[in-house]
């Protein structure tokens, strides 16, 4: 009796040393995330002391500008340095990484989870029309959008009462230009659109491929020979010169996501084109001059409708990460319905991530704060990523072209652009350096010869 006690109170300790012992591995664990700045991300960054509490496990943020964090990140993963556990991606880069082995698919992370974990997190719940951007065909799903985006018009529903103006709900590019003119009013500091035009392939990139794609024009046909010598394209670059030059902010090629933004939400501009997740920073932050101002319009159109972008930051685990299954538990809290409701009772409603789950649409208290919700909805609803053009194309992505090389090429050409936009380049020259670029990429990538 005594020897079968003592082995009881020897596995007992043993039990208990183990599960000291994993508690103790959790509080050691400390995850680190390399972040893009967007407001969104530092809310998760303020937010995660919560999951800390709830697992014991510590996450530590890298936040700086797109084009720097990319940057850092491509330079970290390609070499396996360890130094990020978790890296926010845009859509061109997500099947890049994974492809590469920089970062890990996911699914055998969600079959390791258990039934009530999988009901807990309901992974059918996230929006399935913009999933394809955030998987890779050979590896499945790469990244969990930690917020997806489309594109949309905001504007200034007072200035337009003050001038009588109305817009269409799925306004035409010239419409935008024509009204842009009648706000544009730069004595009294207030400019007629907001648009980027800061050199960068997820920059001016990003909005410039949709009026690409909208004007009919695109990269490449189907024999992988590049199109920037056609008069879609040219029309494209002409009008896109126009409006950013003649009624939009100065000094444009300074202007990315986050000066239009800042732009836009201290009222100095009519209208802004851009990501639809910037409506609930609009609309949610207390600093914003323009709360309760803003209308919403589909994305404008020209030749093609159905313009919108999909875009946004997925949430992926880096190859060389030591914590992760760690890395997998805040990607799934950060993604979750009890994130969204956590930003919601903590931040605001108007605040929550956007595009990540459809569930989120069907919160009365989202619909009563978030004016923009359902245009966001249709945006993403409707936006395809799969057929970005009038005719038929090679790639898929509608404003970031889904190539691994595009990263590289997409920057050289993102650069040609802003020289025509700041006059230090003709349209014939810089068409014809695009199209040299695009050539080049095409047959070193393997795409043709």
Same mark, same amino acid.
């Given at each position: 009796?005594?020897?079968?006690?003592?082995?009881?109170?020897?596995?007992?300790?043993?039990?208990?040393?183990?599960?000291?012992?994993?508690?103790?591995?959790?509080?050691?664990?400390?995850?680190?995330?390399?972040?893009?700045?967007?407001?969104?991300?530092?809310?998760?960054?303020?937010?995660?002391?919560?999951?800390?509490?709830?697992?014991?496990?510590?996450?530590?943020?890298?936040?700086?500008?797109?084009?720097?964090?990319?940057?850092?990140?491509?330079?970290?993963?390609?070499?396996?340095?360890?130094?990020?556990?978790?890296?926010?991606?845009?859509?061109?880069?997500?099947?890049?990484?994974?492809?590469?082995?920089?970062?890990?698919?996911?699914?055998?992370?969600?079959?390791?989870?258990?039934?009530?974990?999988?009901?807990?997190?309901?992974?059918?719940?996230?929006?399935?029309?913009? @999933?394809?951007?955030? /998987? %890779?065909?050979?590896?499945?799903?790469?990244?969990?959008?930690?917020? &997806?985006? =489309? +594109? *949309?018009?905001?504007?200034?529903?007072?200035?337009?009462?003050?001038?009588?103006?109305?817009?269409?709900?799925?306004?035409?590019?010239?419409?935008?230009?024509?009204?842009?003119?009648?706000?544009?009013?730069?004595?009294?500091?207030?400019?007629?659109?907001?648009?980027?035009?800061?050199?960068?392939?997820?920059?001016?990139?990003?909005?410039?491929?949709?009026?690409?794609?909208?004007?009919?024009?695109?990269?490449?046909?189907?024999?992988?020979?590049?199109?920037?010598?056609?008069?879609?394209?040219?029309?494209?670059?002409?009008?896109?010169?126009?409006?950013?030059?003649?009624?939009?902010?100065?000094?444009?090629?300074?202007?990315?996501?986050?000066?239009? @933004?800042?732009?836009? /939400? %201290?009222?100095?501009?009519?209208?802004?084109?851009?990501?639809?997740? &910037?409506? =609930? +920073? *609009?609309?949610?932050?207390?600093?914003?001059?323009?709360?309760?101002?803003?209308?919403?319009?589909?994305?404008?159109?020209?030749?093609?409708?159905?313009?919108?972008?999909?875009?946004?930051?997925?949430?992926?685990?880096?190859?060389?990460?030591?914590?992760?299954?760690?890395?997998?538990?805040?990607?799934?809290?950060?993604?979750?319905?009890?994130?969204?409701?956590?930003?919601?009772?903590?931040?605001?409603?108007?605040?929550?991530?956007?595009?990540?789950?459809?569930?989120?649409?069907?919160?009365?208290?989202?619909?009563?704060?978030?004016?923009?919700?359902?245009?966001?909805?249709?945006?993403?609803?409707?936006?395809?990523?799969?057929?970005?053009?009038?005719?038929?194309?090679?790639?898929?992505?509608?404003?970031?072209?889904?190539?691994?090389?595009?990263?590289?090429? =997409?920057?050289?050409?993102?650069?040609?652009?802003?020289?025509?936009?700041?006059?230090?380049?003709?349209?014939?020259?810089?068409?014809?350096?695009?199209?040299?670029?695009?050539?080049?990429?095409?047959?070193?990538?393997?795409?043709?010869?």
């Amino acid at each position: 009796m005594k020897r079968n006690t003592l082995l009881c109170l020897l596995f007992g300790l043993v039990i208990i040393l183990g599960l000291n012992s994993s508690v103790q591995t959790a509080d050691n664990v400390t995850l680190v995330v390399a972040s893009v700045n967007n407001p969104d991300m530092q809310i998760m960054e303020e937010l995660s002391k919560v999951f800390t509490e709830e697992t014991g496990i510590k996450v530590q943020f890298t936040i700086l500008p797109e084009n720097d964090i990319r940057s850092k990140i491509t330079q970290d993963v390609a070499i396996g340095g360890g130094k990020f556990d978790l890296v926010t991606l845009g859509t061109s880069d997500i099947t890049t990484y994974v492809d590469n082995g920089w970062t890990v698919p996911l699914e055998p992370f969600f079959e390791k989870m258990t039934p009530e974990e999988k009901e807990w997190y309901d992974k059918d719940d996230l929006f399935s029309s913009v @999933l394809p951007a955030y /998987s %890779s065909t050979t590896k499945g799903l790469a990244a969990i959008p930690f917020y &997806a985006e =489309g +594109t *949309m018009l905001f504007y200034r529903k007072d200035l337009f009462a003050e001038k009588n103006l109305t817009i269409s709900e799925e306004p035409t590019w010239q419409e935008v230009y024509e009204l842009a003119k009648k706000l544009h009013d730069p004595a009294r500091g207030i400019y007629g659109i907001a648009i980027r035009g800061l050199p960068g392939y997820g920059q001016n990139m990003y909005i410039f491929n949709t009026i690409i794609n909208a004007f009919g024009a695109r990269w490449f046909d189907m024999e992988w020979n590049p199109q920037f010598k056609t008069a879609e394209m040219r029309e494209a670059f002409k009008f896109y010169k126009k409006i950013i030059t003649e009624v939009a902010e100065p000094s444009p090629t300074t202007f990315g996501y986050t000066e239009c @933004l800042n732009l836009m /939400s %201290s009222g100095r501009a009519a209208m802004w084109y851009d990501a639809t997740v &910037a409506g =609930g +920073t *609009m609309e949610g932050l207390p600093n914003s001059a323009v709360k309760g101002k803003i209308g919403y319009a589909l994305s404008p159109t020209a030749k093609k409708k159905n313009t919108s972008a999909v875009g946004g930051w997925g949430l992926s685990i880096t190859s060389s990460s030591k914590h992760k299954d760690e890395a997998f538990k805040f990607l799934t809290w950060a993604t979750s319905k009890d994130y969204v409701k956590l930003v919601g009772e903590t931040k605001g409603w108007a605040l929550v991530p956007s595009g990540t789950r459809e569930s989120t649409y069907q919160l009365p208290q989202y619909q009563d704060s978030a004016p923009f919700a359902v245009m966001t909805y249709r945006t993403l609803k409707n936006a395809s990523w799969v057929k970005p053009t009038i005719d038929p194309v090679p790639y898929t992505g509608n404003s970031l072209l889904n190539m691994p090389e595009y990263s590289s090429f =997409g920057e050289k050409i993102a650069q040609e652009v802003a020289a025509y936009i700041a006059g230090q380049k003709d349209l014939d020259s810089v068409l014809d350096k695009c199209q040299s670029i695009a050539l080049q990429a095409v047959i070193e990538g393997g795409y043709r010869k």
